[in-house]
């Protein structure tokens, strides 16, 4: 998953932060096949408690704190399975502890666990997530952005800016972050979800934000697209127009080849 690029990231997450005015740290995650390479990070914490990786995911962007955990540390096969330090066998395929729970019957259970986006399971031993901007893990392998829906559509069409794709994301609903991290660490692809309960409560990401998990490329390629954007007066915040105005004024000043 390396990526050999050199990048600025302190500059990168000022630049980032500077078109969207985000709110939340911007942070980094990266597995690693051997626990020493994770505990050799410098100024890393290791957990003295049993926690969700919600939990130690937002240790990183809402205290600042780099934290490398194992399986061990992780509270069920769940969180592990996503991020491929946990087995997923035909028990944790079943989702039998779902069942009454968050679906209605065991075929229901299997179904979602079989829509996750998961890290295959027996090459990874430790993972780490860290504040982007500190460099302390150079590279990682994907970045996490929690943003509200305004900024995120600016931070999508900075990704749409060229090379032009439509980007084709799901809802798996409770265990988001398969379609957001896990998704992104397994495909290398730009992932985007809506943060599910455990997240939310465990986590304590708050109503109004959306994640999305990118590899570090991708962040360069939407920042550049931002700032292409914000030339043309696309940036945000996004100014509200008035649901009563005459709309020409301002629809010619973005497509003045319209205007009649």
């Known amino acids: 998953m390396t990526d050999a690029t050199q990048y600025d990231w302190r500059g990168l997450v000022a630049e980032l932060n500077a078109l969207l005015r ?20 410098p100024r890393i914490r290791r957990p003295q408690a049993i926690h969700t990786t919600d939990q130690i995911v937002s240790m990183a962007s809402r205290l600042g704190w780099t934290v490398g955990i194992t399986a061990d540390d992780l509270a069920g096969a769940q969180c592990r399975a996503v991020i491929g330090l946990g087995a997923q066998d035909e028990a944790w395929k ?21 829509s996750l986006s998961v890290v295959p399971h027996g090459r990874y031993r430790a993972l780490a997530v860290s504040p982007l901007e500190s460099g302390r893990l150079d590279p990682p392998d994907i970045c996490l952005v929690y ?6 559509i600016i931070l999508i069409n900075g990704l749409q800016w060229k090379g032009y794709r439509k980007f084709d994301w799901s809802v798996v609903g409770e265990t988001a972050c398969a379609a957001s991290w896990g998704r992104a660490l397994a495909t290398g692809e730009p992932s985007l979800s809506l943060p599910c309960y455990a997240e ?17 490329r991708y962040l360069v390629t939407a920042i550049e697209g931002m700032k292409a954007l ?18 020409r004024a301002g629809m010619w000043a973005s497509y003045p080849s319209t205007k009649t």
């Open 94 to 114: 079943s989702g039998q502890e779902f069942v009454g729970v968050w679906h209605a019957t065991p075929e229901d259970a299997r179904l979602r666990q079989e």
């Open 200 to 216: 939310r409560r465990y986590g304590g990401v708050p109503d109004e934000e959306m994640l999305m998990a990118l590899p570090p």
């Open 230 to 247: 914000a030339k043309n007066g696309l940036r945000y915040p996004i100014a509200p127009y008035g649901i009563q105005s005459d709309v």
């Open 147 to 152: 943003a509200t829906p305004g900024q995120m």
């Open 22 to 41: 985000l709110k939340t740290t911007v942070i980094g995650m990266k597995l690693f096949e051997r626990v020493e390479e994770m505990e050799a990070i």
